[in-house]
């Protein structure tokens, strides 16, 4: 569940889906520096942390967007995979506005992308859209000139640096998909198969909690309880 803290941070407009994602909950302006000083600060509290050498991408501050999210990482990452997903689009319309010089429409974009951007740890992107946002709505043309494609470039290294974790993510949903086929079917080797696939980490990171479900699954194969192991993994993840 999203925080107080991550809700006023975002400040942004996203896709339905995403608006699900976050419970529909959504605060107006300004996230300042300060605050977000103060929110690094306070990772250093008792809250447990989710080890950063999990997540690495430059120019994401993990332990910020964490926070966002009170630690919760699978609602954290449902909201990075949100932003990834955008990005593509958002980039090719903020290039579209910039060329045109539609200063209007190019604000209410950067402004989305600040707030998204600082709710999950990016928040030096944050920083350069919110002053390109102010450039906007002042219409300073010459500023936006001297920065959009350094936001750019900055925006698309870090796409570049979440690429390997989304894709990870497709593919793993992909063979737990091919798992429960295997089980429909009470396809044994198969689903054995599948099963070290997963385990062996071709596709993402797995933890010795997903390891430990991932063998009891293998038990219940063993003895032909495709059943047990089916409703193992719909709880799993």
């Known amino acids: 569940k999203i925080t107080q803290e991550g809700r006023q941070a975002q400040e942004g407009?996203?896709?339905?889906?995403?608006?699900?994602?976050?419970?529909?909950?959504?605060?107006?302006?300004?996230?300042?520096?300060?605050?977000?000083?103060?929110?690094?600060?306070?990772?250093?509290?008792?809250?447990?942390?989710?080890?950063?050498?999990?997540?690495?991408?430059?120019?994401?501050?993990?332990?910020?967007?964490?926070?966002?999210?009170?630690?919760?990482?699978e609602s954290y990452m449902d909201i990075v995979k949100c932003f990834y997903e955008q990005s593509k689009e958002h980039i090719a319309n903020l290039e579209k506005f910039y060329e045109s010089k539609d200063w209007k429409n190019y604000k209410i974009l950067i402004h989305s992308v600040k707030g998204m951007s600082l709710t999950i740890g990016a928040a030096d992107l944050s920083e350069d859209a919110k002053k390109l946002q102010f450039a906007a709505e002042k219409e300073e043309a010459g500023y936006i000139t001297a920065n959009h494609n350094i936001m750019i470039e900055k925006y698309k290294g870090i796409m570049n640096g979440l690429s390997k974790y989304m894709e990870a993510d497709d593919e793993l949903e992909s063979l737990r998909q091919k798992l429960m086929t295997s089980f429909d079917e009470f396809d044994q080797s198969s689903s054995l198969e599948i099963i070290e696939k997963i385990k062996n980490g071709e596709d993402g990171d797995i933890s010795d909690d997903d390891i430990n479900i991932l063998d009891k699954m293998k038990e219940y194969i063993d003895l032909f309880d495709f059943n047990s192991a089916a409703e193992l993994l719909k709880t799993w993840g």
């Open 13 to 73: 407009k996203t896709t339905q889906e995403c608006r699900q994602a976050q419970e529909g909950k959504f605060i107006q302006d300004n996230k300042s520096e300060q605050e977000s000083n103060s929110v690094r600060a306070d990772n250093s509290s008792d809250k447990k942390q989710v080890p950063e050498s999990e997540f690495n991408v430059p120019g994401i501050d993990y332990s910020l967007g964490l926070h966002y999210f009170d630690n919760d990482k």
